[in-house]
């Protein structure tokens, strides 16, 4: 596997990421996925433009975020995956330096690591539905900055594995947030529901995706919060991710959601996501 | 500079963290800072039971973390630090894996990373005091496990740090939690207050020492949490951490506090302090 780590083109085993790294002992830095369908990256601008605002937000100098487009398709062709189904991960992190807390000096390189490989899609589990669990939100409140700094995710992520579920789902003051690595939605009356962009949650790219295809089959697409007991009650939800896809939730807390199968909405918006990333 | 590295004693440059390692990619693991007086490291058991404590916490399987004793002890004679004033550092992930959110296999090993080097103590700032933000604490809520994902510390401190400030202190629902990488004292009518523990700050071992000084001075220690209006009026407040030891506090946010010098409950603590870990 060839990845890009600051400026070249390397095999992997060669990476050598410093004990000092601030991306490793500070979780200083941000990173971003991207799906890659038969070798072409999937709205990759709308991404580097996610990234190049999480590098804003917390301030690492990195001009042009914008050039990882022909660092992916260099990448794709030297792991020959021009026709594969993969994914690129991102992530810069504040660079080397002594540790602490406060950035260091201005001069210090920003360590930029990119690496692509091969994805196999859940298509089983897109018709079949997952079960999520619910889980206090206990995360910091700047989820919209696209940091490393998950160790909430992982252990939330955990119990959802440790129960059988695919996913945990947080809830912050009693309404649904999103989950550890996707957005969450919910069907009410044929109406989409998802939460508002903001400090708690970060807005997705498939989210947008699941936006657009709303508006474009007339399906109503509500930005509000759910409040976690109606949520139990919704006609169907799913799970939005730039992995995930779409991917119905037909149990929560092992007791069923809806039907306890993949709703209409939930199919609909699949089969014109496949679509939207195959045409 | 030689550093422990999974097992080994190895020059430092030659420590390769994978870019496949949970601490650089989510943030997966914990630390710790022992100072080390004249070549001994101080309550190094206390440091590393809270070590044990944390690693249980985000449940890393790692049996013995009483056997950075030894470690510990190596460091000091491999790098010739017997009569320095210095610092060990210990970080230990969740490893090297496939990047998923849920734990890896659990056959995988931690990463295990210590290092020792000497510190040049802040003594003039001892005397003087030093300046304090005051900043929403925007942290997760178990900030009393001492975890690697510290974003939202380093962003606090760089806010300070462009203020002029030495410290940033953060403000939970209008009370004084602790500081980026220090616990908060206030001292109101010669007693010392500071936050209780639990799941808003993280238990200092440096807060422990003090504990233990003011009971053999017959100073009132009252661990409840000060609303920051209060703070604000405080007779005198310090900042207490590891390598900071017993910080004055003698501005905040641009204005005094008390008289705007070292007060004399933390000129009494410090000396203790000194006598406690020079003995």
């Known amino acids: 596997m060839i990845v890009y780590f600051n400026g070249q083109y390397i095999p992997k085993e060669q990476v050598v990421i410093s004990p000092d790294d601030r991306g490793f002992l500070l979780a200083d830095g941000t990173y971003e996925v991207v799906r890659i369908y038969r070798g072409k990256p999937y709205r990759i601008k709308d991404h580097l433009d996610r990234f190049a605002e999480s590098l804003s937000k917390i301030r690492i100098n990195f001009p042009n975020p914008h050039v990882f487009e022909s660092i992916t398709e260099e990448l794709i062709r030297l792991n020959g995956l021009e026709n594969a189904e993969a ?27 990119a690496t692509v490989y091969p994805v196999k899609p859940d298509t089983a589990k897109w018709e079949s539905g997952v079960n ?21 995710n992982v252990l939330a992520a955990q119990e959802a594995s440790e129960q059988g579920a695919e996913e945990a789902v947080f809830v912050r003051n009693g309404f649904i947030t ?102």
Chains 1, 2 share one sequence.
């Open 178 to 279: 999103e989950g550890t690595h996707t957005n969450v939605c919910a069907v009410f009356g044929g109406e989409v529901w998802t939460h508002p962009a903001g400090e708690f949650i970060l807005g997705g790219i498939t989210r947008e995706s699941v936006r657009e295809l709303c508006q474009q089959a007339g399906i109503g697409f509500v930005e509000k919060p759910i409040p976690y007991d109606r949520f139990l009650k919704a006609d169907e939800a799913f799970l939005l991710g730039t992995t995930t896809e779409i991917m119905p939730v037909v149990e929560v807390n092992g007791k069923k959601i809806g039907t306890g199968r993949r709703g209409t909405v939930a199919k609909k918006l699949q089969e014109l996501f496949f679509e939207m990333t195959h045409s």
């Open 87 to 113: 994914a690129l991960y991102i992530q810069i992190t504040r660079g080397v330096a002594p540790r602490r807390h406060p950035f260091p000096d201005p001069s210090t390189p920003p360590t930029v690591y």
């Open 132 to 152: 999520v669990i619910l889980t206090p939100d206990i995360r910091w409140s700047r989820c919209d900055i696209k940091s490393v700094s998950l160790l909430a």
